[in-house]
Protein backbone atom coordinates (compact mmCIF):
# COMPACT_ATOMS: atom_id res chain seq x y z
CA UNK A 1 0.00 0.00 0.00
CA UNK A 2 3.03 2.66 0.79
CA UNK A 3 4.40 1.45 -2.30
CA UNK A 4 1.52 2.34 -4.24
CA UNK A 5 0.62 5.46 -2.54
CA UNK A 6 4.09 6.65 -3.25
CA UNK A 7 4.07 6.08 -6.80
CA UNK A 8 0.41 8.11 -6.87
CA UNK A 9 2.46 11.12 -4.98
CA UNK A 10 4.97 10.78 -7.92
CA UNK A 11 2.27 10.61 -10.39
CA UNK A 12 0.86 13.90 -8.93
CA UNK A 13 4.45 15.79 -8.67
CA UNK A 14 5.13 14.65 -12.12
CA UNK A 15 1.75 16.16 -13.47
CA UNK A 16 2.43 19.20 -11.72
CA UNK A 17 5.81 19.10 -12.99
CA UNK A 18 4.64 19.18 -16.44
CA UNK A 19 1.75 21.82 -16.33
CA UNK A 20 4.51 24.06 -14.76
CA UNK A 21 6.71 23.57 -17.92
CA UNK A 22 3.81 24.11 -19.85
CA UNK A 23 2.61 27.25 -17.92
CA UNK A 24 6.18 28.26 -18.72
CA UNK A 25 6.77 27.73 -22.29
CA UNK A 26 3.28 29.65 -22.79
CA UNK A 27 4.53 32.66 -21.40
CA UNK A 28 7.89 32.31 -23.19
CA UNK A 29 5.81 31.97 -26.05
CA UNK A 30 3.61 35.10 -25.43
CA UNK A 31 7.05 36.69 -24.77
CA UNK A 32 8.72 36.44 -27.96
CA UNK A 33 5.58 37.08 -29.62
CA UNK A 34 5.80 40.33 -27.93
CA UNK A 35 9.10 41.45 -28.28
CA UNK A 36 9.14 40.23 -32.04
CA UNK A 37 5.92 42.65 -32.31
CA UNK A 38 7.75 45.74 -30.73
CA UNK A 39 10.97 45.14 -32.86
CA UNK A 40 8.60 45.54 -36.10
CA UNK A 41 6.70 48.47 -34.95
CA UNK A 42 10.08 49.99 -34.00
CA UNK A 43 11.88 48.95 -37.50
CA UNK A 44 8.63 50.64 -38.94
CA UNK A 45 8.79 53.50 -36.58
CA UNK A 46 12.53 54.55 -37.58
CA UNK A 47 12.29 54.12 -41.59
CA UNK A 48 10.28 57.09 -41.05
CA UNK A 49 13.42 59.24 -39.72
CA UNK A 50 15.28 58.61 -43.18
CA UNK A 51 12.75 59.53 -45.17
CA UNK A 52 12.28 63.40 -47.15
CA UNK A 53 9.83 65.39 -45.63
CA UNK A 54 7.08 65.99 -48.13
CA UNK A 55 6.39 69.22 -47.73
CA UNK A 56 9.50 70.24 -49.33
CA UNK A 57 8.99 72.18 -52.45
CA UNK A 58 11.10 71.25 -55.73
CA UNK A 59 13.25 73.63 -57.24
CA UNK A 60 13.82 73.89 -60.37
CA UNK A 61 17.36 72.12 -62.00
CA UNK A 62 18.02 74.93 -63.75
CA UNK A 63 18.61 78.72 -62.46
CA UNK A 64 16.53 80.91 -64.59
CA UNK A 65 19.15 84.24 -62.93
CA UNK A 66 22.04 84.52 -65.76
CA UNK A 67 25.31 84.32 -63.81
CA UNK A 68 28.29 85.88 -64.90
CA UNK A 69 31.70 84.21 -64.23
CA UNK A 70 33.72 85.81 -61.47
CA UNK A 71 37.58 86.02 -61.45
CA UNK A 72 38.87 86.84 -58.65
CA UNK A 73 42.28 86.12 -58.71
CA UNK A 74 43.42 85.63 -62.27
CA UNK A 75 41.03 88.06 -63.28
CA UNK A 76 40.18 86.48 -66.52
CA UNK A 77 43.46 84.51 -66.97
CA UNK A 78 43.71 80.55 -67.23
CA UNK A 79 45.46 79.24 -64.74
CA UNK A 80 48.85 78.01 -66.17
CA UNK A 81 49.14 73.89 -66.61
CA UNK A 82 51.50 72.02 -64.29
CA UNK A 83 54.46 70.77 -66.63
CA UNK A 84 57.57 68.82 -65.85
CA UNK A 85 59.21 72.21 -67.17
CA UNK A 86 57.13 74.74 -65.53
CA UNK A 87 57.00 72.78 -61.68
CA UNK A 88 58.98 74.85 -59.37
CA UNK A 89 62.48 73.29 -57.95
CA UNK A 90 61.60 73.87 -54.23
CA UNK A 91 58.06 72.68 -53.17
CA UNK A 92 56.26 71.63 -49.79
CA UNK A 93 58.03 68.33 -48.41
CA UNK A 94 58.24 66.81 -45.33
CA UNK A 95 60.94 65.29 -43.77
CA UNK A 96 59.37 61.77 -44.44
CA UNK A 97 59.86 62.19 -48.23
CA UNK A 98 63.51 63.30 -48.17
CA UNK A 99 64.69 59.85 -46.22
CA UNK A 100 65.55 57.17 -47.89
CA UNK A 101 63.97 53.77 -48.05
CA UNK A 102 66.64 52.44 -45.69
CA UNK A 103 65.73 55.17 -43.29
CA UNK A 104 61.97 54.57 -43.64
CA UNK A 105 62.48 50.83 -42.94
CA UNK A 106 62.35 51.27 -38.96
CA UNK A 107 59.14 53.28 -39.10
CA UNK A 108 57.37 50.97 -40.95
CA UNK A 109 58.04 48.02 -38.48
CA UNK A 110 57.34 50.10 -35.93
CA UNK A 111 54.64 50.94 -37.00
CA UNK A 112 53.58 47.40 -37.84
CA UNK A 113 54.51 45.79 -34.54
CA UNK A 114 52.16 48.67 -32.69
CA UNK A 115 49.25 47.18 -34.49
CA UNK A 116 50.09 43.54 -33.89
CA UNK A 117 51.68 43.29 -30.65
CA UNK A 118 48.58 43.51 -28.68
CA UNK A 119 46.65 41.33 -30.56
CA UNK A 120 49.47 38.86 -29.72
CA UNK A 121 49.61 39.93 -26.18
CA UNK A 122 45.68 38.91 -26.07
CA UNK A 123 46.12 35.31 -27.65
CA UNK A 124 48.91 35.11 -24.93
CA UNK A 125 46.86 35.67 -21.95
CA UNK A 126 44.14 33.85 -23.88
CA UNK A 127 45.67 30.24 -23.94
CA UNK A 128 47.50 31.23 -20.65
CA UNK A 129 44.19 31.43 -19.07
CA UNK A 130 43.23 27.62 -19.94
Known amino acids: ?11 SNITFITKQNQEKAKM ?5 LLAALLVAILSVASVGAFAPATSISQRPAVSSSPTTPLHMFGEGEEPKKLTRDSEPDEYFSSNMDKMSDSEKLPIA ?5 FVSLP ?3 GLIALYASK
Request: glycine share 4%.
Open 1 to 11: IRLKSKLTHHK
Open 28 to 32: MRQTS
Open 109 to 113: LAGLA
Open 119 to 121: FIA
